[in-house]
DNA sequence: AAATGATGTGGCAACGATGCCACATTGCTG
DNA sequence: CAGCAATGTGGCATCGTTGCCACATCATTT
C-alpha cells in the first residue's frame, strides 16, 4: 500500500537512493563515497538519484559504523569577551577547512559546567578538544577517556597535554619595563587571578620587571579584583582615589583595563598626565580611545588556529611526545602611557 | 584468552556495563535511564559499575535509535563582531539549560559556506536551526528538509519561517529624528547593504525620517561601503574632506561606526562640534570614547535568547502558526551628537 | 581451453543504544 | 486454587551506514 511510490516525508535514506536508482545499498554505497568498483554510468545514476531526493548522509550512522567522527570540541570561558571570540573565530576557520564541525560551548567560567561540557563531548565521541580550561580536573578527565586535549591560554596540566600559549611573562616584563623605563616607581597591578598560569606568569613578569630594576614592590599597590567589569571599575576608582595615587596602573587584561579606563573617566583623570595605564591584552576599543592604549597584543586568532594546529597533529599521531607551543606578544605603544609628573 | 578482564582501551560501551554488572543489556538500559521496572539494587549497582568503568552513552548511537537529536545548529556571519558573539552567548546559555548542545558554524557572510554548513547541520539531524541568514536559499533548503529553523536579526523568507528581529525601521527613523531635531538638515548615511531586511529597513526608517521633516534626501550622501572597518573609514574619509561636508552621518551599524570613527580622527574633525556621529548598534567601545556615541543599542543576548525560545517552541508543535517576533530597541543619546555650528 | 586478473555487484554483519515483546516470579483476589 | 495484576528480567530487531566477503562476468594470458 504505502510502500511504493509514497512521497516520503521521512528523510531519504541510502535505502530509498538504492530502490529508487534500481541498485543494492552497497552499491549505492561505493557510488557516493567513491571508494571501491562502480560502473561510472551506475556512479552517475544513482548520484543523480541522491540528489533528486535531497539526500544527505547520516553523520551520526556514519561516524557509529566508522567508529570515527568528524567533530571537535571547543571549549571558552566567555564568548562575549573579544579575546575568546577571536580564538574561537581562529579554530573555526581552520577546523572547516580540515573538513571538522565545530562543537563549541561558552562554560561562562565555571567548573561545573566545563565538566558538564566534557561529558557531552565524550557522549558525541568528538575527534579532540580544544579547551581553555578553568580547572585541572578537565584535561584529567579528557586523558582518561582517552580523548585528545589542547589547552590554550593557560595550562594546568603541567605537561600532561599539549598546550598553546602566549609567553606571558616576558610579555609581561616588556609592560612592566616600559613602565619604568619611563620614570615612574609606583605601579599598580590590578589583576583577577594568579593561579592559573596566565595570571600567574603575568604577575610574575611584573615582579621580575620590578626586581630587576631594583624597585621594592608595595603590597598595597596590588590589588585583587573579580574578573568583570564593574569590579574592575570600582576596585580602580578606590585605587586612583587614595592619597598616594600610583603614577601608572598595569591592567592584566582587556575586561580589567577597561574598568581601569572607565574609573580614569570617572574621577576625571586625565591619562596619561595624571595616570598612565596598559593593559595586557589589546582590544579594538584600546585604539579609538584617546589617547590609545597601550596594549599587548595577544593574537587570538592566531592562539586558536596554533591550538587547531596542534589538535589535528595530536589526532594524527596519538603517541608522540607532548607538545608546548609558545606565542609571542607585541607591544603596542600608544597615547596611554608618558613620564610620570614630578610630585 | 583477551576476551576477560582485559582492561579495556576501548571507550566502555553498555554491553561491558552489562558484563561488568551481571545482568542483561536491557536491564542495563533501564536501570541507566530510569524507564521501565529494575529492581533497586540491581539499579544501584548497574550505576556504581558504570560510573566505575567511566561509561558515557554514544550520543550518537543513542540519537540514531531514538530517530532525534539534542543539539541544534546555529550560523552567524561574524563571530567576531561582538553583536553575533552576544547574540550566540545568548542563545547558548538557553540551549544548555534546555538540555541541547549548539552547534555553532561562522558563514563569514559567505552563502556558499552557509549552504555547507546547512548541509553538514542536517547531516547531523540537529533538532532545530537558527541563522542570521546570508541568502534566501538557506531556510528553502532546510524547510524543504523539514527541519524547524529560524531566521534572526534579518528575514529572507517572507513569512515562510519564523523570525525574531528589531524593530529597524522605527529605531532608525527616531535615530534620525534625533538629529533632524538638533537642527541637521544635511545627514549623511553610511550603508553597507539595502538588500537585506537590516539594511532595507534601516534605509526607508532614515528616508521616512527626511520626508517627515520635509526634508529633501541628497543622493550624494548616501554612501554604499563594504562592510568592513577599512572600507567604511576610508569612505568616511572621503566624505568628511568634501568641501560640503554634512553636519551628522548615521552609520547603518558598528563596524561602520569604528569607520566613521577613526575617519574623524584621521582627518582631525572634533565630535560634534566638527560633524555629529551616530550608530545603529551599540558597542562597548562607544560609551568609552569621548566623546560617547549615540546608538541604537540592539539586545543582541536577547535577540538570540528570543531565538532560541521560538525555535523550541516550533520543535515542540511543528505544525504551528510561523510567527514573527520583534523586538524593540533603544537609542541611547550620548556626546557624540549636538546642534550642527552655524555656517 | 583453462587459468588468471580486472571489474562489478549484492548479501550481511557489525557499530551502540533502545524499547517492544515474551517470559518469570511474586503476591493477591474471587 | 485458578486467575490476574504487578514487578522484574532477558532476547532481539532496529536505527542508517559501511566494508568485508562471496560471487558474477568479462577480457587477457599461458
Known sequence: MDEVDAPLLRRATIKDVAKAAGVSQSTTARALSGE???????????????????????????SLRKQQSRSIGVLVSDLRNPFYADFAAGIARGARQHGYTMILVDDRGDAAEEIDAAKAFVGMRVAGVI???????????????HIPIVEADRTFSNGAADAVVVDNATASRRLSDHLVSLGHR??????DETEWTTGADRFAGYMRSLEDSGLAPDPTLLVPVGSDVGDARRAAV?????????????SANNILA???WRAAGDLGLRVPDDVSIVSFDDAAWMSMVTPGMTAVAQDAVALGSAALTRLLGRIDVPAGPIETVVLDAQILPRGSTAAPRKP
Not at 131 to 145: G, H
Not at 186 to 191: E, G, T, Y
Not at 238 to 250: C, H, I, K
Open 36 to 62: 571501491g568498483y562502480v560502473a561510472a554510468t551506475v556512479r552517475e545514476r544513482v548520484r543523480a538519484v541522491a540528489e533528486d531526493l535531497g539526500y544527505v548522509p547520516h553523520a551520526m550512522a556514519s
Open 131 to 145: 579547551v581553555t580550561p578553568v580547572s585541572a580536573e578537565i584535561s584529567t578527565y579528557l586523558l582518561r577517556q
Open 258 to 260: 577597561e574598568g581601569v
Open 186 to 191: 609606583r605601579i599598580a597591578l590590578l589583576i
Open 238 to 250: 578606590d585605587l586612583l582615589a587614595r592619597r598616594d595615587r600610583p603614577t601608572a596602573v598595569f
